[in-house]
Every structure is written in structure tokens, then in C-alpha cells.
């Protein structure tokens, strides 16, 4: 029963990674890198570290830190205790940055964001002041202290069917759920850390955050203030809930005072408030929802005022593509009769692309090659296709942008570089060359690369963080047409090859992106959002004359010409991104195409809380100068712990109520990590374990212990039982999802009998009675399709897991009588035997939602040993129609068949602090027996049939928590032990951070 024991305490700890929180290391796999130097440096109210290469961005991130420090403390009058430490990476081509204010930290990633639903700004003027704003806020929230930062509740009950030899049977009920301490829905988050402080403009209101709620409105996609409360949606959904919090943060600050903002989060410090509408009247007088009907009436009248003439004169062209959330770059082939572009096909996520051909005027259409990412090109004579990935991990686990090369005939791709950290590719007019993207140290430069020899060439030389985007070679050879960036919006700009010079065809202002050439080459097309939302525009580069071509309501991007005048380009509508086609575009005249966007910039009045002494005119937009910094004098990074954090933790297990405790801590690079817990009742029954993690090399090493100590009572006897299981061991990843661990383990579980004698004189006796030795292997493969319901549902991949034990075990037979000192002494039988173990899951997707689940699980021991080490095959984990322990043997074969589909795709209801997501039912059949005898006798194979209700809920707005209630009829009857088995309806019931299969 202890390793039921870990696996439970172990799955309550990891609901504990939500938004803010960092126990993630402790479970999931994580590639360490030993070959990273790192170092540090020190400012008045920060540490930064950084590894080699990342100096430049080090240096940034430390000013503007100091910049904003106190502009955001007093908009949130939190001044925090310490330091804060920002991290900084640049190991894997990866843009991101995470508030872990549990743990004092914040990690940045170097690398610029590009995102098809932001806009341009200066991404570490912006993510740092996002971050840092998190980290404060979010603190001047808290209930308690930063190192309490929640607790569970949580229920274990038990089958009454058992082994003699152990105390309760296998669960069948598990519950852990926690009780958050900071409480703050996700809208109000992310809209607060997007709005940031007025006047700063690291983020504002672009045309991309315009057209992502414009089409929300329009469509009636909208998000409910339910469903902005928490993510676990598709990339629009979860972007929406991003775009939503920072219109409606504004529209509060707005209309109610920036001070609003303030209020509303020292409202939720109230040991007793977890509804942030509760909050909100606090600080406004009006609840959340009539604030919410107020924002969407407002939104209503502006769109439809400001849209009328747009809508009036619509230029849309024909959807070519209309499926998936995700198609972009669409490129004519040069014979003008196929389009390649990248898409998420039907997936629900917009980072994961693949690169598609189809025939521009059918439906057929063709996968090239998955995990393609970013522009491509075509070579001229149509074979091949240049494209970029990074699906691949190098030796270090980075995932870096390489080039492929696709050949059509052979259906091939074949990789060209490694480590290149190069993008967007295009193919000289030869293709002995290609012109591409090259990232380092938070900056991107142009670059060519010789295709035979692999040589690679800088063409341009920035180096404070600028961005250049989609490069594409001019017809004649002698230009590459680029998108250019120093940090705010974008301009379209041409490199010269012969002179080395750079000129520009479109400057910023609007933003102007996605260029390509006119198949003549005299002419350009390209985005741009000069009348407020971005559409196709067309410019003579010898006149200069701009048209526009596309007049829609969302957006219109990377567009593509071919000789015949045909355009191709991704359009955006409310669910995503389509490749729309127009035969003959014309130019669409300026007055039809006259919007206003949505206002979002606060007047200088709302700035109250002191806010207004505030001198932020130097670091505002655009006045900053963040280039050709000095840079900090350093030392070699040396570990630094975050301080132990607690959850208190109350258990109702076996009966009896236990208090305790989960702690942890690591180091702020993740070098080593530390999770440890207990729990106690009244009769001293306690439950303890740590857990040590050391990252520094490039396997993990480990270090688990787990004890248990039960009480019992007989009449006059009373017994002790002390269980203990050490391991230690090393994990690494392998490939992508392909994980393989390696353990020593020791067990020794010791009984104690504490009675009294005939004459009424009290004794003790202690022994042993079991002892294990152990080297265990373990093989994971986790190969899910990613999806929104890939947890309750998933519809694509397998996992498979394989473990080896080659075991020595010594269990008691008897006792005999120590001839030295005339005590009792345990006589032992030993066992060395090897248990493999095989569990595999499929998942295969049906039609629409639907889905069908097949799991085999097999088991084998090699000789006979005591039942006390038999393979079990009931209970929640197996035949669900038995308990646990009526099936057991030493070979074991299981299968389960199960059909899942969503009852209610969105319920969008909210009860006190849950909110309800979805709603899956199932049917399953489990088929299996375990078994002595050699031979396999399917007559004794046990049948169960069943149904399975699955709720997909959020806690406190952040916290996943999932239900599941599974009822099981074991069709046929059997014995074991003399005990009757089957015909009878058994239950399971859970509440926790994910389902067990």
C-alpha cells in the first residue's frame, strides 16, 4: 500500500501548478543543461542572472526593471520585502516570460515574441513591465504570506474488500483539492499586467488586439465573464481572455478611476472573499456582472457605428481554406495552380503548424511535412520547398530553428542545418542559395546561407534587439524584401546585395508587414493597418502609388501574388485564420473604407494614487533608449534557494482525520528541487516523504524516501506497523515525449505488538517482515495529440509505459529462537525474481468530438513468489467490476475498450468557487484476468461492462480540477480465498488535477 501512498501524495502535490506557481520540475520531465555558464549581477532592487550569451539582453532587462519599479509598486501600493530575480534564457528559439512570485523569480526569454494576434511593440519594455506587474499585483492580493500559498482538503476512501495481511483495501475514492490563497480571475491578471500604467505604451491597444475583439463582437463570439475568468481553451479562446481582461481593465479605469484597479485586488485580501465580482463593488459599487453588460453595450454601439461603412463594402474574396484556427503564408506555386501555406490543419493550437499543399481551385489537398513553422519558399522550377522547423531537440534538449528542404516528387524532407537558429527561408532564383532569418541574444538579422557548402553569411549587423521578418529575394536577384522592427510596429524595407545597403518601401507609422514581390518585381505587396485595420495594399516602386485591395471587417495578411494578378492571403475572422482568394483584386477606394478603432487610451484624469507626480516622460514610448548599454559588472552565478513554502493540508483517510503539510523550495535556475509532506492524526498514524532533485548534470539524479506508520488494536493487542521505501535514481528524456529512468530501491516494512500477559505484566515484541532490494528500469513514451480536451478526452497518440524490477525480496515464513541471546529472531524466505510491466494506451479519434479509447496491460514474474507480491488486476486501475485484490496472480493480461464523448461542449455556469467547463460521458468494457498457470484460459477471463462521467471544472479560477465518477458490473462471478466475487455494481469517485487515464 505505500506506493499507493506516493502515487497519491504525489498527483495533490502537482495540482499545485497552476499560472503561478513552480512545482512543474517535479514531475515533468525537463531537459537540464550543464553546459549553460551562468552569472549574476546586481541592481538597487533586483538580482539578474544569465547565461553566456544572453549578456545583452541581461543588461536591458535590468533597466528597464529599475524603470518601472516604481511606477508599478505605487500603482498597487505593494513595495515588496526583497529582491526580486529576473531569469534569463536564450537556449531554445522560445519567446515567453513567467511570474513566479511564490518563488520570487521571474524568466524571460530573449527571443522577440512574434504573434499573429499581438501587434509589434518592444517586447522587453513590455514583457519585463507585464511580468513585474504580475509579480506585484498579484502579491497585493494575497490572503497570507507568500509562503502559504494555498491548502488542500482531502478524502480517501477505501474497497472493505482486502488481504488479510494489509490493513484497507485499494481505493476507490480520491479526493484533493485545494484551496487557493491568492484569488484572481485570469482577465483581471493579464489585463492589468497588459495595461500596464498610462502613458508607457509598452503595450496599448494595436490593431491586431482591435481586430481580435472587433470579430468577437461582430460574430457574437464574445467570452462570457465566466469563460475571460479562466483559460483552458484553443488559442484564440485563450488569447480572447488575454484581449478581453486588458479592454475591460481599461474600461474600468476609464470610467471608474485607475484607482479601481488597486481596490479591486486588496479587495480580494479578505480571508473570506473568493468571488472577484464581490471585489469589483467594492471598488466600483456595481458588481461584476452589470459592469460586464455595461462593456459589452459600449462595445455594441462603438463596432456597429464604427464598422457601417467597412460593412457596407466589404472585399473578402472566397475562402480557399475555411477549416482550422490557423493558416498563413499562403504561396502560389510558380505554375500559378497549387498554394502551399502553414497551418494548424485542425488542431487547437497556433504553434502547432504543419506545411500544406493543396490545388487552389479544389478541395484536394496535402500534409507536406509536420512541424513546419514560419514563411517558406519555393524553388522556381516548383520541386522543392524551403521551410523551417524546430520539432527537433539537439543534445542539449533545446528545440532551435533549423531549414529542411522539402522535395515534391520524392515526398521527402530532408534537414539542411543544425543549431542554425535560422527561419523563414527563401531560395535565390537558383536555388544554390537562400536568404534567411537568424536569431541570438534577443536580436534577428538577415542572413545566406550557401546551400551545398553550408556556409552562412551575416548580411546585416544589429545587435539592440531589432527584428527583421519574412526576407524574400527579388525576381531579378540583386534585392531581399524584408519586415523591419527597432521595437515599435513595423516598416517594409529592401537590402541592396551589391551595395549592402537597406532602403525603405513602407515605413512605420502603421504597421506595414508581410511583403512579397509582384512576380515582375515591380511592385510590392504587403499588410498594413493605416486605416485601423489591417488590409492587402499593392505599391509601384517606381511611382510610388499605393493602392488597397482588401477592404475587410477582421484582418488580412501575408498575402501572395501569381503571374495571372491572383492574390492569396490569411484572412481573420472571429474563429481564426483562413487563406482567402481574390481573381482580380481592384483598388478599393479610401472613403469605403473609414473605421474607428475602439478608443482605449485613458485620460490624464483617471491618474489619481499619486500616480500623477510621476515623471515617466524619459522611459515612456518612445523617448526610452534601451541600446549600447555598459555592461554590469558580473560573478559566476552561485545557488540561490527560494524560501520554503508551505500547503497546509487536512485529510479524511481510513476514517480519521490527519493534518499536514506539503513543503517545498528550489533553486532559482531549477539546480536542485525539494518537495517533502506529512500528515498525522489523533493516533499517531503518520505519512511522511521528501524528494530531492539534482539538475545540474544532464541526466536528473534523485533522491525519494517515503515512511508510513499505521496503528491498530486486537482486544488487549496493539499493533504498529512502519513501512519505508527509499529510491535513487537518474532520469533523463530521451527524443520529444521518450523519457527513461533508472532506480536503486530498498524497502523494510517492520511490525510492532504491544500487550499484556496472563499475570497482567505488559510486553513488547518487534520484527520484520518484509525487506526488498531492488533495480527498477522505466520506459515512458507521452504522445497525446495536444488539444483542449486532450486531458478528459483525447482523441490522437498513445503513451506506453514499460517498467522492469529485477527484485530481491525477503518475506517472513516464521520465527525461531536466537541461540545467543535466547529472543526470537524472523526466518526469512527469499525471492529473486524480475517483474516486467507493460501499459499501453491508444487513443484514436472518431468523428467530430467522439473518441475511442483501447488500453492493454500486461504483467509477468518470472518464478513464484508470495502472494504478497502478486500482480493485482481489479480495482479502479484495472477490471473495475472487481475489487483490487480478487484478482491476482503471477501473469497478468488486462484491456479496456472505451468510447467518450462531450455531453455539454460549454456549460459557462459558476457555483461559489468553481466554474463548470464540460461535460463528457462514456461506456467501457474491461477484459482481463491474472493468473498463476502458464497457459492462458480465456473461459477464466473476468468481464466488466460500465459507464463513466467525466466534469472538466476550474477553481478559484486558475486551479484545474477534474471530476470523475465511473460505475462498473463485473458480469461474471468467480471465487477467490473463499470469497464470492461479481454480479454486483461497484463505484469510483474522484476529485482531482487530472483523470488516471
Known amino acids: 500500500m505505500i506506493f499507493l501512498f506516493i502515487n497519491i501524495n504525489l498527483l495533490s502535490a502537482q495540482t499545485l501548478n497552476d499560472n503561478h506557481s513552480h512545482l512543474t520540475s517535479y514531475f515533468y520531465e525537463v531537459h537540464n543543461h550543464p553546459e549553460l555558464q551562468w552569472y549574476t549581477f546586481e541592481t538597487e532592487h533586483f538580482f539578474i542572472h544569465y547565461h553566456e550569451g544572453a549578456q545583452r539582453t541581461a543588461n536591458v532587462i535590468a533597466k528597464i526593471a529599475e524603470d518601472v519599479h516604481g511606477p508599478i509598486t505605487a500603482l498597487y501600493g505593494f513595495e515588496p520585502q526583497e529582491k526580486t530575480n529576473f531569469i534569463v534564457r536564450d537556449h531554445d528559439d522560445y519567446s515567453n516570460g513567467a511570474a513566479y512570485y511564490y518563488d520570487n523569480k521571474v524568466e524571460i526569454w530573449a527571443s522577440s515574441m512574434s504573434f499573429e494576434l499581438r501587434g509589434t511593440h518592444s517586447w522587453l519594455r513590455n514583457v519585463i513591465t507585464h511580468e513585474y506587474t504580475h509579480m506585484i499585483q498579484l502579491q497585493a492580493a494575497r490572503k497570507f504570506s507568500r509562503q502559504v500559498p494555498a491548502m488542500y482538503l482531502q478524502w480517501i476512501d477505501y474497497e472493505k474488500e482486502k488481504r488479510p495481511d494489509v490493513l484497507y483495501g485499494y481505493p476507490n475514492t480520491i479526493v484533493s483539492y485545494p484551496v487557493a490563497f491568492t484569488v484572481i480571475p485570469s482577465w483581471f491578471a493579464e489585463g492589468v499586467a497588459q495595461y500596464q500604467l498610462p502613458g508607457l505604451r509598452y503595450d496599448h491597444w494595436d490593431s491586431h ?103 457596407s463594402n466589404k472585399v473578402e474574396g472566397i475562402q480557399l481554406e475555411p477549416n482550422g484556427i490557423g493558416n498563413f503564408y499562403p504561396q502560389w506555386s510558380p505554375d500559378g495552380n497549387k498554394v502551399a501555406y502553414v497551418s494548424t490543419g485542425g488542431g487547437d493550437y497556433l504553434s502547432l503548424t504543419s506545411l500544406v499543399l493543396r490545388d487552389a481551385f479544389s478541395k484536394e489537398k496535402t500534409v507536406l511535412a509536420g512541424g513546419a513553422n514560419q514563411a517558406f519558399d519555393w524553388s522556381r522550377d516548383g520541386k522543392k520547398i524551403i521551410y523551417s522547423s524546430r520539432k527537433e531537440k539537439n543534445k542539449y534538449g533545446s528545440r532551435l530553428f533549423d531549414l529542411y528542404l522539402y522535395d515534391i516528387e520524392k515526398k521527402k524532407s530532408t534537414r539542411l542545418t543544425h543549431n542554425l537558429r535560422g527561419h523563414s527561408p ?208 558580473t560573478q559566476p552565478y552561485k545557488n540561490r534557494y527560494s524560501a520554503f513554502s508551505m500547503i497546509p493540508r487536512v485529510v479524511r483517510d481510513y476514517g480519521t482525520t490527519k493534518v499536514g503539510s ?44 517515503y515512511n508510513q506508520r499505521r496503528h491498530t488494536e486486537d482486544g488487549k493487542d496493539k499493533f504498529t506497523y512502519n513501512l519505508t521505501e527509499v529510491y ?68 490522437g497518440g498513445r503513451a506506453v509505459t514499460f517498467t522492469h524490477h529485477a527484485m530481491h525480496t525477503s518475506f517472513i515464513d516464521s520465527f525461531k529462537v536466537n541461540s545467543t541471546f535466547g529472543t526470537a529472531q524472523e526466518v526469512f ?20 468530438k467522439h473518441s475511442l479509447y483501447l488500453r492493454f496491460k500486461g504483467g509477468y514474474i518470472d518464478r513464484k513468489v508470495d502472494s504478497f507480491y502478486h500482480l493485482y488486476g481489479g480495482g479502479l486501475d484495472g477490471n473495475r467490476g472487481y475489487p483490487f485484490y480478487s484478482i491476482e496472480g503471477l501473469k497478468q493480461v488486462m484491456g479496456t475498450v472505451a468510447y467518450r464523448f462531450p455531453l455539454i461542449w460549454k456549460i459557462d455556469k459558476s457555483l461559489a468557487q468553481v466554474y463548470f467547463d464540460k461535460f463528457y460521458v462514456g461506456v467501457f468494457a474491461d477484459y482481463g484476468n491474472a493468473f498463476i498457470a502458464d497457459a492462458i484460459k480465456l473461459d477464466d477471463f473476468k468481464r466488466s461492462v460500465g459507464t463513466q462521467f467525466r466534469l472538466e471544472m476550474f477553481s478559484f479560477y486558475g486551479y484545474p480540477t477534474k471530476l470523475f465518477f465511473d460505475a462498473a458490473y463485473g458480469l461474471d462471478a468467480f471465487q477467490n480465498r473463499g470469497i464470492d466475487y461479481g454480479k454486483e455494481w461497484r463505484y469510483y469517485f474522484g476529485i482531482t488535477f487530472d483523470y488516471f487515464d
Not at 829 to 848: A, I, M, P, V
Open 209 to 311: 488586439r482591435d481586430m481580435l475583439l472587433r470579430t468577437a463582437i461582430v460574430e457574437d463570439k464574445l467570452l462570457t465573464l465566466g469563460q475571460m475568468s479562466s483559460f483552458g481553451k484553443n488559442s484564440i479562446g485563450n488569447e480572447r481572455a488575454y484581449n478581453q481582461g486588458f479592454a475591460f481593465s481599461t474600461y474600468l479605469a476609464e470610467n471608474y478611476g485607475i484607482e479601481t484597479l488597486e481596490k479591486a485586488t486588496k479587495a480580494m485580501t479578505k480571508k473570506t472573499r473568493f468571488s472577484f465580482l464581490s471585489a469589483l463593488k467594492v471598488a466600483t459599487g456595481k458588481d461584476g456582472y452589470t459592469l460586464y453588460k455595461e462593456w459589452k453595450l459600449y462595445l455594441n454601439e462603438h463596432y456597429k457605428r464604427s464598422l457601417a461603412t467597412v460593412q
Open 426 to 633: 527563401a531560395f535565390s532564383n537558383d536555388a544554390s542559395k537562400a536568404v534567411f532569418v537568424i536569431n541570438g541574444d534577443g536580436t534577428q538579422n538577415l542572413a545566406l546561407i550557401d546551400l551545398q557548402t553550408k556556409k552562412v553569411e551575416k548580411l546585416t549587423n544589429f545587435n539592440n534587439g531589432e527584428q527583421v521578418y519574412s526576407p524574400r529575394w527579388s525576381p531579378n536577384g540583386s534585392e531581399i524584401l524584408f519586415a523591419f522592427t527597432p521595437g515599435e510596429g513595423r516598416s517594409v524595407r529592401i537590402y541592396n546585395l551589391a551595395e549592402k545597403t537597406i532602403s525603405v518601401v513602407a515605413d512605420a507609422g502603421p504597421d506595414n508587414r508581410d511583403a512579397v514581390w509582384a512576380p515582375d518585381g515591380k511592385s510590392v505587396y504587403f499588410a498594413s493597418d493605416r486605416s485601423g485595420i489591417f488590409n492587402i495594399y499593392k505599391k509601384e516602386l517606381g511611382s510610388g502609388a499605393t493602392t488597397q485591395l482588401t477592404n475587410v471587417v477582421g484582418g488580412a495578411f501575408t498575402p501572395d501574388v501569381n503571374s495571372k494578378g491572383q492574390l492569396v492571403y490569411s484572412l481573420f475572422v472571429a474563429e481564426g485564420f483562413k487563406i482567402a482568394f481574390l481573381e482580380n483584386p481592384v483598388a478599393v477606394q479610401p472613403e469605403q473604407t473609414t473605421y474607428t478603432k475602439f478608443p482605449v487610451t485613458p485620460p490624464a484624469k483617471v491618474l489619481t494614487n499619486g500616480l500623477a507626480s510621476l515623471n515617466l516622460r524619459d522611459i515612456a514610448t518612445p523617448n526610452f533608449n534601451d541600446r549600447n548599454l555598459v555592461p554590469a559588472a
Open 662 to 705: 506539503y513543503f517545498f523550495s528550489s533553486d532559482l535556475l531549477d539546480n536542485y528541487n525539494v518537495l517533502g509532506g506529512f500528515g498525522v492524526n489523533s493516533k499517531f498514524d503518520l505519512d511522511l516523504f521528501g524528494l530531492v532533485n539534482y539538475n545540474k548534470l544532464g541526466p536528473t539524479l534523485f533522491l525519494e524516501a
Open 728 to 795: 535513487f535514481g537518474m532520469r533523463r528524456g530521451l527524443f520529444p515525449g521518450h523519457n527513461l529512468e533508472f532506480a536503486l530501491n530498498y524497502g523494510q516494512y517492520n511490525a510492532k505488538i504491544n500487550s499484556v500477559t496472563q499475570k497482567n505484566e505488559p510486553f513488547s515484541f518487534g520484527y520484520t517482515y518484509h525487506i526488498s532490494r531492488g533495480l527498477q528500469t522505466r520506459y515512458e513514451y507521452f504522445g497525446i495529440a495536444p488539444a483542449i480536451d486532450e486531458s478528459a478526452n483525447p482523441r
Open 829 to 848: 524466505t527469499d525471492y529473486r525474481y524480475n517483474e516486467f510491466q507493460l501499459d499501453w494506451k491508444e487513443y484514436l479519434r472518431l468523428w467530430k
